[in-house]
């Protein structure tokens, strides 16, 4: 699983050879960006899904933020953010929502329905849906923060849990081909 992971992961050299990332060359080539563990890989799914609700296109840069600041997997962190897109994030914003109703009772007593895609293009749309959640206020911001925070948890700890499953797995079969030899 993890030798075809690395298959797309550009190399050292690849980083060192554009122009564009050679001022941050010694930052971008730190070892632990690049490796792949279990640490790493279950940090870098907890920034991307933690930063994959920053509203704009600003979560891929979010996460590649995180995973400088925790040296985790950088490719994956960025990667994870994907979870979001048109046709996810609104109902990921309606439960954030609803999670901050719950936590801060009475902010806002009704819903407002999101604005619907309509003929004026998808840089309008955009624009409407930046202002329709602008709208919503205090139970958004703490929704977010606090689905954000959850989903980086839950993230975390299943990816733990799976490569550990997959190791103890190995670990067996590796024993009892030991045993039939």
């Known amino acids: 699983m993890r030798r075809h992971i690395l298959k797309f992961l550009p190399d050292h050299e690849a980083i060192r050879g554009n122009r564009w990332l050679a001022p941050f060359e010694n930052t971008l080539l730190h070892p632990r960006l690049w490796h792949l563990n279990r640490r790493s890989a279950a940090g870098a799914v907890a920034a991307g899904l933690f930063c994959g609700l920053i509203p704009g296109p600003l979560q891929m840069l979010g996460a590649a933020v995180c995973a400088l600041i925790f040296r985790v997997n950088l490719p994956l962190a960025m990667l994870t953010t994907l979870y979001t897109n048109p046709f996810t994030?609104?109902?990921?914003?309606?439960?954030?929502?609803?999670?901050?109703?719950?936590?801060?009772?009475?902010?806002h007593e009704h819903f407002v329905?999101?604005?619907?895609?309509?003929?004026?293009?998808?840089?309008?749309?955009?624009?409407?849906?930046?202002?329709?959640?602008?709208?919503?206020?205090?139970?958004?911001?703490?929704?977010?923060?606090?689905?954000?925070?959850?989903?980086?948890?839950?993230?975390?700890?299943?990816?733990?849990?799976?490569?550990?499953?997959?190791?103890?797995?190995?670990?067996?079969?590796?024993?009892?081909?030991?045993?039939?030899?």
């Not at 999670?99 to 009475?106: A, N």
């Not at 998808?122 to 959850?150: E, F, H, N, R, S």
Request: charged share 10%; aromatic share 10%; proline share 7%.
């Open 113 to 181: 329905a999101p604005p619907e895609p309509g003929d004026a293009g998808l840089i309008a749309w955009m624009q409407a849906l930046i202002d329709w959640m602008l709208g919503l206020g205090a139970p958004l911001a703490v929704g977010l923060v606090l689905l954000a925070a959850g989903l980086a948890l839950a993230g975390y700890l299943l990816i733990r849990a799976t490569w550990r499953i997959y190791l103890v797995r190995v670990w067996h079969q590796r024993r009892q081909r030991h045993r039939a030899t």
């Open 89 to 107: 994030i609104v109902p990921l914003y309606i439960v954030a929502y609803a999670i901050g109703q719950w936590v801060l009772p009475g902010a």
